[in-house]
């Protein structure tokens, strides 16, 4: 998937975060045209994934100049090996299947 400027930066970021919280370590990810993809393995149990997700949300915000985001996110928890293997093959091959993505702009049903 080719990015945009601004997708660019969040890949940055993303690729940035395991420097700024050596406690977390991104497992997996993919940035999408209007949507992410992480698994974010966390080593210590006082880091939050909403702390996290927040932070990171703002220096993007700050590099781009306004937030791209939208107020929430969604998060899960892995709690096994195959929810791990289908979340991980799920986000790799969602470019090949962005056409079909409820997220895509073309889609009726967008959230």
Same mark, same amino acid.
């Given at each position: =998937? $080719? $990015?945009?400027? /601004? @997708?660019?930066?969040? !890949?940055?970021? &993303? #690729?940035?975060?395991?420097?700024? /919280?050596? !406690?977390? /370590? &991104?497992?997996?990810?993919?940035? =999408?045209?209007?949507?992410?993809? =992480?698994?974010?393995?966390?080593? %210590?149990?006082?880091?939050?994934?909403? #702390?996290?997700?927040?932070?990171? #949300? @703002?220096?993007?915000?700050?590099?781009? @100049?306004?937030?791209?985001?939208?107020?929430?996110?969604? %998060?899960?928890?892995?709690?096994? !090996?195959?929810?791990?293997?289908?979340?991980?093959? /799920?986000?790799? !091959?969602?470019?090949? #299947?962005? %056409?079909?993505?409820?997220?895509?702009?073309?889609?009726?049903?967008?959230?």
């Amino acid at each position: =998937m $080719l $990015l945009s400027n /601004y @997708g660019e930066i969040v !890949e940055f970021e &993303i #690729k940035r975060q395991e420097e700024v /919280y050596p !406690e977390i /370590y &991104i497992a997996r990810h993919i940035v =999408m045209p209007n949507h992410i993809h =992480m698994i974010v393995k966390i080593q %210590d149990a006082k880091r939050s994934i909403p #702390k996290v997700i927040q932070q990171f #949300k @703002g220096i993007v915000s700050k590099r781009i @100049g306004f937030s791209p985001w939208q107020r929430n996110f969604h %998060d899960r928890i892995i709690r096994n !090996e195959n929810e791990y293997i289908r979340i991980e093959a /799920y986000i790799k !091959e969602n470019v090949s #299947k962005w %056409d079909e993505d409820c997220f895509h702009p073309k889609k009726s049903n967008n959230p």
